[in-house]
Each structure stands twice: as C-alpha cells, then as structure tokens.
C-alpha cells in the first residue's frame, strides 16, 4: 500500500506540459516524469538486490515469493506502474536463471508470477494490460497509477506516426467547370497544409486521461515510517554486471533453469515458459 501511495504523490505531480513534443525524453523538460522513471529503476534494482543478498537458498525463495505478493498486492491496488517494476526485477537474468531458488517458491505464488506474466504479456500491444487499464478507469472511484513508459510509448507514436499537417487538396475534379478566367479547376491548384485534427485529438485524449487518474486519490493510510524505509531501500540496487556476477556465485551455471533461449546475444523466455515447481519434498 505504501508503494501505491509513493508512486500516486509522483505521478500526481506530472504536468500536461511535460507529455507534450516528447519533452518526457529531456530530463530538463520532465523533471517530474523522469523522477517517477528514475524511482521505478530503484524499485526494480532493490527488488533484485533484495533477493540476491541472501546467501541461503531458502532465505531468497521466501524473499521472491514476498515480492511477488507485493506485485500482485500492487496490481489489485491497480497501481500498474509499481506492480511492473516489481515484475521487471523478478524477470531480472540474475534472478530467472536460479532455478534452485524457484523451486522453493511456493506453488501458490509461483501461479501468482504467472498471473503476472499474462498481465504484462507484449503480444497484441499489452492487451491485456489495456484491457485491465480501461475496466479501472470505468470504475470512477478507483485510483489508478498506469505504467508510465506505456505512456510516453503511446505519445510518441501519435507524434512520430501521424504528421501534424496532412495535405488537403483544393483541386476539383476532372471535368469540371473552368473557373472564372478560363483555367481549368485544378490546373495551377496546390496542396495546402491543413492541421492534422485527428492527431491532436489523440494526444488531448491520452493527456486527458492521465489527468483524470491524476485526480483519483488513494484512500489509504500513509505510513511515514515505511515509507521512509521505503524511500531509502529504493537506492539500493545492484548494476547488471554485479547482479549477474553474485547470481552466479549463488547457483553457478550448471543450476541453468530451462525454458530460456539465445537470440541475438541476449537471453529471452520461450513462449511455454513456467517458474519450476515448487519442491515439495
């Protein structure tokens, strides 16, 4: 709940101005929006961190069934934004490749991951996400942080797809009467550059929305002294290179969970991918 409160105060802050002509890709024009950029890293970065502290095998397997319930706590706050940072970090290489860790991950939550990995599954545009998204924001009451970098995706393809002049031609069609000194309709006539109307309405739509989440409070109690801890957790993090170094010292190589492919240097989950059952025994 704490998070959700964090996240709100920063995305409630964010001006229309800084959702314009792409101003959320120059730190000095979006200092608001890259303050909630920067704080979903560290969200993710200590998700990370927090795992692969733990020497013990239990000890992580407890820590990432912990965050995984705080990510699906997240998603039924519909706090999107905290809930996929939290995702992003468990999706970490360093923490997907322990395979002994997963096994001691609960079956309850390890279905719980899965529910995640649907939610935010990329096929279709993050359907499923949009779809989730848009059943919220029909139920007025609710408070909703949506992803941000959905966001900023969403601007940038209305600018960059879509002209803001399209060209209307004032040429009349082949056959009609000459005009009024004798040149036919069309003959000299050029495109003149008309606003591109639907591009704009696109954009006011999508800056009006946000503003309309902007103004739906949480209504829950704010902890100031988790959230100071939490506010100071969130600068601890791990770099990618420390993080897969430690991960490998935890479960070296040969602990490889399957269900993971090479492409282009970079590892991927397949497609039947699923957490490995929890052990049992």
């Not at 209307?168 to 003149?192: C, M, N």
Request: net charge positive; glycine share 4%; with cysteine.
């Amino acid at each position: 709940e704490q998070i959700a409160l964090l996240d709100h105060k920063l995305f409630r802050v964010i001006a229309p101005d800084e959702l314009l002509h792409g101003a959320f890709n120059r730190p000095d024009d979006a200092p608001q929006f890259m303050s909630m950029v920067t704080k979903s890293k560290e969200l993710s970065g200590w998700t990370v961190y927090e795992i692969l502290r733990r020497p013990k095998k239990l000890e992580r397997a407890f820590a990432l069934a912990q965050f995984i319930r705080i990510a699906i706590h997240l998603m039924q706050l519909r706090d999107y934004h905290g809930c996929f940072a939290i995702y992003t970090g468990i999706c970490n290489h360093a923490i997907e490749r322990l395979k002994k860790t997963w096994k001691g991950v609960p079956a309850i939550n390890q279905d719980q991951f899965l529910e995640l990995s649907e939610l935010f599954e990329f096929s279709g545009n993050f359907k499923r996400y949009r779809a989730s998204l848009h059943a919220a924001l029909d139920q007025p009451d609710v408070a909703v942080v949506p992803i941000l970098a959905m966001i900023s995706k969403d601007l940038t393809a209305f600018e960059e797809n879509a002209t803001f002049h399209v060209p209307q031609q004032q040429a009349g069609e082949a056959g009609s009467a000459p005009d009024a000194d004798g040149t036919p309709k069309g003959a000299a006539a050029e495109s003149v550059p008309q606003v591109n109307f639907a591009k704009l309405r696109m954009i006011a739509h999508q800056i009006f929305t946000v503003q309309q989440m902007q103004k739906r409070p949480y209504r829950l109690r704010e902890d100031i002294v988790l959230i100071t801890y939490l506010q100071r957790a969130n600068e601890k993090g791990l770099d990618e290179r420390k993080a897969t170094q430690l991960s490998l010292e935890l479960e070296p190589r040969d602990s490889e969970r399957r269900g993971f492919f090479s492409l282009g240097g970079r590892t991927k989950r397949s497609a039947t991918f699923s957490p490995p059952k929890a052990d049992t025994s």
